[in-house]
């Protein structure tokens, strides 16, 4: 890159009010709520096409957690009525399909540039714009907007000898486009995070031999999918305006099937107690977690509700032993809660085998498969279902200086430090969509997509008519807002588990919770913040 912004091959840059990472759901609602506000907006995208976490994560039985008629935008009523919905949780094809069609309706694939991936980006001091470097040309814009997504670089472990492995290995989060037919095939998977415990069913169903490695045994509730009964969607979509108004003010902004309880889990009577949990059991879905208040906040509550389902494994799973390295000890729920349609069941096949990898971790890979303590377990295909560098991995890795060369990287150094969880102190114009600090991954995204986006663009358009060229949060403001995210989480049992919540399944990433819990204060204190002039942001 020359002093004068031509690229260094001599093509022009491509000049914008705005550009936008991403051209996942919180990158095409940016994008079209940019220009109907007038902007200028560019979108680039490393994926070439729509959809994010849905483009990329295309493995077995990849489907939502969120419901259906919860998991779509409320932006536009007329795409709410159109669109029909088939499941009571979409799976990853149909989701796809959505996000295609939105990107149609809107005419919003002639501002993304796909097949795009950054690779460097600098603020401009004297400029005051950013300069994005990317594998196909140079950007230029006075705002940017990090619509990145949470959980999108994959986390590949390092083991010794992955290379010489002769069969095919797949990633969930980058499954291949043509799909994958493991019939006849001895799998591997390693992991049972909530990737793996969706696809070990249905991979289960395809192949001749299964083999899990499971490092942490996990928690999880029945889903409950099914088609989605026609009278329900109508009744939805007659109720949409009421139902999305209560969405946002849940603590998770999606609404449960059955009502929050209002009481403590640990002052029930063993009987009240078992029916209240047997019949959430039955309906399926995070309503579980919501049966009492104090389930994520209280340790012998939660430990009643964590023992509820350890004795649903004892009960499902057939052998004893198997059951006993299925059965989770640490708190429930304070990693992310997950949801599967006969997981711990098909763990009773007989050509599926669990290996505990807790105590001695895989060696190394072979040729022909996985090294365990010595023992060779032969496969022909291995599925790493070993998560993300969630939240601040792909930010880090696009290279980003702010302020006097100051580096992003440096910045986080001891965590991510950001005001709202929508802007980062030193680093003007710049803001993040679900970024580190706001509630994110504890929340249904798109509601808490939208909100994000309906923030920026409000704001956007008040430094538009106050003629402000920058906007970037003051140190103090960033300082006492990562104090108070940390204190919020720390009033829960949150911080309990060795969760990616907290970045700790990536080695030598700083410990911090990423997350703000509590989707309804959190959109009051942005209303509250954007009354109040931006306070905390400095404006020049
Ligand atoms: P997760 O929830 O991070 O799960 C990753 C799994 O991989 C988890 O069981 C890990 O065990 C396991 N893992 C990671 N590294 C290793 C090594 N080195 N050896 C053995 N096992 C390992 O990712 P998911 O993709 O399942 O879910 C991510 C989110 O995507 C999900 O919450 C949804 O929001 C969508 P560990 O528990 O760390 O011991």
């Not at 690229?7 to 491509?14: K, T």
């Not at 799909?179 to 991979?203: C, E, H, K, M």
């Not at 946002?248 to 107690?273: I, N």
């Not at 049992?493 to 700790?504: M, V």
């Amino acid at each position: 890159m020359s002093s004068d912004g031509v690229d260094l091959n001599g093509a022009e840059p491509s000049v914008h009010d705005v550009v936008v990472v991403g051209a996942g759901f919180a990158g095409m609602y940016m994008l079209h709520k940019l220009r109907g506000l007038g902007f200028d907006v560019a979108v680039v995208e490393r994926a070439s096409g729509v959809g994010g976490t849905w483009y990329w994560n295309r493995y077995p039985g990849a489907r939502c957690d969120v419901e259906s008629m919860q998991y779509s935008y409320s932006f536009d009523p007329e795409l709410e009525q159109e669109w029909e919905w088939s499941e009571r949780y979409s799976g990853q094809p149909e989701i796809l399909r959505y996000a295609n069609h939105v990107a149609d309706r809107y005419d919003l694939r002639r501002d993304i540039r796909f097949e795009t991936t950054v690779t460097q980006v600098d603020w401009d001091d004297a400029d005051n714009q950013w300069r994005l470097q990317t594998d196909r040309g140079t950007y230029l814009a006075r705002f940017m907007v990090m619509a990145t997504g949470c959980l999108s670089t994959a986390n590949v472990p390092h083991f010794d000898g992955a290379e010489t492995f002769e069969g095919p290995t797949y990633h969930t989060g980058r499954w291949p486009h043509e799909g994958v037919d493991f019939s006849g095939l001895s799998v591997g998977v390693i992991g049972t995070g909530s990737s793996a415990i969706q696809a070990i069913p249905v991979i289960a169903d395809e192949c001749l031999e299964l083999t899990v490695f499971q490092r942490t045994p996990n928690y999880s509730v029945p889903a409950r999918n099914e088609p989605l009964d026609a009278s329900d969607q109508a009744d939805w979509k007659a109720n949409y305006r009421e139902r999305r108004a209560r969405m946002l003010t849940q603590q998770a902004a999606m609404v449960q099937r059955l009502p929050d309880g209002e009481d403590l889990a640990k002052e029930a009577s063993a009987t009240e107690f078992d029916e209240r949990m047997q019949e959430r059991w039955d309906v399926g879905g995070f309503t579980f977690y919501r049966a009492y208040s104090d389930i994520g906040l209280d340790a012998e509550s939660n430990g009643r509700v964590a023992e509820f389902v350890r004795g649903k494994i004892a009960g499902i799973v057939d052998d004893p032993e198997t059951a006993a390295k299925l059965t989770p000890h640490n708190t429930i729920a304070c990693k992310r809660p997950c949801l599967d349609t006969n997981y711990y069941e098909t763990f009773n096949l007989s050509h599926v085998h669990l290996v505990d990898v807790s105590e001695t971790p895989i060696d190394r890979i072979s040729a022909a498969g996985v090294v365990v303590d010595g023992q060779e377990y032969p496969v022909d295909a291995l599925v790493y279902a070993t998560g993300f560098d969630a939240m601040t991995g792909t930010l880090l890795r696009m290279n980003v200086t702010g302020r006097e060369g100051a580096r992003l990287a440096d910045h986080w150094d001891a965590g991510p430090r950001t005001y709202l969880g929508l802007g980062v102190a030193g680093f003007p114009n710049m803001f993040t969509v679900s970024g580190p600090g706001s509630p994110s991954v504890l929340t249904n995204m798109i509601p808490s997509i939208e909100q994000h986006v309906d923030w920026i663009a409000r704001c956007l358009v008040d430094l538009r008519e106050r003629g402000a060229a920058t906007i970037e949060p003051e140190a103090d403001a960033e300082a006492y807002w990562v104090d108070y995210v940390n204190a919020v989480a720390n009033l829960t049992l949150f911080p309990t588990c060795n969760s990616w919540y907290l970045g700790a399944n990536i080695p030598g990433k700083t410990r911090v919770f990423m997350p703000l819990p509590g989707f309804p204060p959190y959109v009051e204190i942005c209303e509250d913040v954007a009354s109040d002039n931006y306070r905390g942001f400095a404006l020049a």
